[in-house]
Structures are given as structure tokens and as C-alpha cells.
């Protein structure tokens, strides 16, 4: 049973550029949750999606959107990217919305703006 | 102020030995909690969820008290393998994780 997958795993990126990350969650879980996690600090919640909207919304700007297809599968859009978005990005599924069941993380894809 | 605030360390203890530390919340209407261990450069992973009757797993006890928004982790006979950051985690509509606690254990 696969878990959560994401890609890419690692990528650099410059300033001023888009970035699409993408995130598959684990069978028979249909809530997507990302989180953003800099150098030393716990992760911060970006959004959450279900049922293919987003649901809540973290302290972040609209530079950072996101989309969930049918199939439960997620991307986070990251547009105008700064030196400051360099960080892991989570993503996380949960098989309800109302995460009393607990999360699985992905791996993570670790984001480089230069 | 924070959502989680953790202790943070970092705790550098010998095999064997016991170590605990704690995280305040501020949210009362935080519905479920969490510690989640994280290694170095991987993604989290849930370490035990935390009742508010307190609960063991093995050599892990967690404990919750509400009426304070404290959440504590005390982890008996340190093994080499406990070395990791352990974050505090509590629940509302989202996952808040506090900053992490890291823990090295030394031979």
C-alpha cells in the first residue's frame, strides 16, 4: 500500500519563477493538507483541500494556490517565488476532513529559490 | 503568540537515561494531540497520539492536561535510536506543530 508521494523531491528554482509541486495521498484518504517547513522550525500550514476545494487557509499570500483533481491528488502553485519560500514542503493526507484520524506525510520536496 | 510552544532544548542525554519535556497551546478548543518524531532532513511521523486519561507505548508516555493547554513526553531507557526532533502537535481543523524538541541520545 503505497503512501503519500510526492515530486519531485528536490528542486531549484530563481527568483521571480513558478513552481508546481504535486502530491499523491495514501489509498482511501481524501483529505490533502500542505504544510511549508523552513530550516529549523516546525511545519506551518499552508491549506487543505477536500472534496476538490480548499477548506482552510493558513497565514500565507495569495502567491501560493493550490488544486485537488478527483482522483484526490493535489499540486501547490507557488508563483513570484522569493528567496524566503526556499524551504520542505509537506504535503499530508488524512482519510476524513476532520484529521481526528491523524495525518501521513509525504517525504517532502525540499524547494531552493536562488 | 505561538500556537505551540515547545521546549527547546536541545536534550543531550546518555543511554538510559530518562528525558522529558513539554509544549503549551493556545487554542481551548483544540480537539486532538499528537507527538510526531522527525529525522533529520525526512518528513514527521507520528510517535503516539496523546489522550487526556494519559497513555503509554512502550517506553513513550505522554501526558495531557487541558485545564493548563500542556502536553508533556517522557521517554524511558534512551536508546541511540531515540535521537530525533519531536514535535508537538495539536489539532483543530489543521495540524499546529510546535518548533520541535531535539533529542540526542550518546552512547
Known amino acids: ?36 517547513q523552513a530550516l529549523g522550525q516546525g511545519p506551518q500550514f499552508i491549506f487543505q483541500y477536500y472534496e476538490e476545494e480548499e477548506r482552510q487557509r493558513g497565514n500565507f499570500p495569495d502567491r501560493f494556490s493550490g ?15 522569493l528567496l524566503g519560500d526556499s524551504a520542505l514542503y509537506l504535503c499530508a493526507s488524512s482519510p476524513k476532513g476532520d484529521g481526528v484520524y491523524g495525518y501521513t506525510f509525504g517525504s517532502g520536496t525540499r524547494l531552493t529559490v536562488v | 503568540r505561538k500556537e505551540v510552544e515547545q521546549d527547546p532544548g536541545p536534550f543531550n542525554v546518555p543511554e538510559g537515561a530518562t528525558v522529558a519535556f513539554n509544549c503549551t497551546y493556545s487554542n481551548s478548543a483544540s480537539q486532538s494531540f499528537f507527538w510526531y518524531r522527525q529525522d533529520c532532513r525526512k518528513e514527521p511521523k507520528l510517535l ?35 535521537s530525533a526532533t519531536y514535535l508537538c502537535v495539536v489539532n483543530v481543523y489543521k495540524l499546529s506543530f510546535g518548533a520541535g524538541t531535539t533529542v540526542t541520545v550518546r552512547a
Open chain 1, 67 to 81: 488544486h485537488q483533481f478527483p482522483n484526490y491528488s493535489s499540486e501547490l502553485n507557488v508563483n513570484a517565488l
Open chain 2, 48 to 82: 503516539m497520539s496523546v489522550y487526556s486519561s494519559g497513555n503509554e507505548d512502550g517506553r513513550f508516555t505522554a501526558q495531557l492536561n487541558r485545564a493548563s493547554q500542556y502536553i508533556s513526553l517522557l521517554i524511558r531507557d534512551s536508546k541511540l535510536s531515540d
Open chain 1, 1 to 36: 500500500d503505497a503512501g503519500v508521494t510526492q515530486s519531485p523531491t528536490h528542486l531549484i528554482k530563481t527568483r521571480g519563477q513558478q513552481v508546481t509541486l504535486r502530491c499523491s495521498p495514501k489509498s482511501g484518504h481524501d483529505t490533502v493538507s500542505w504544510y511549508q
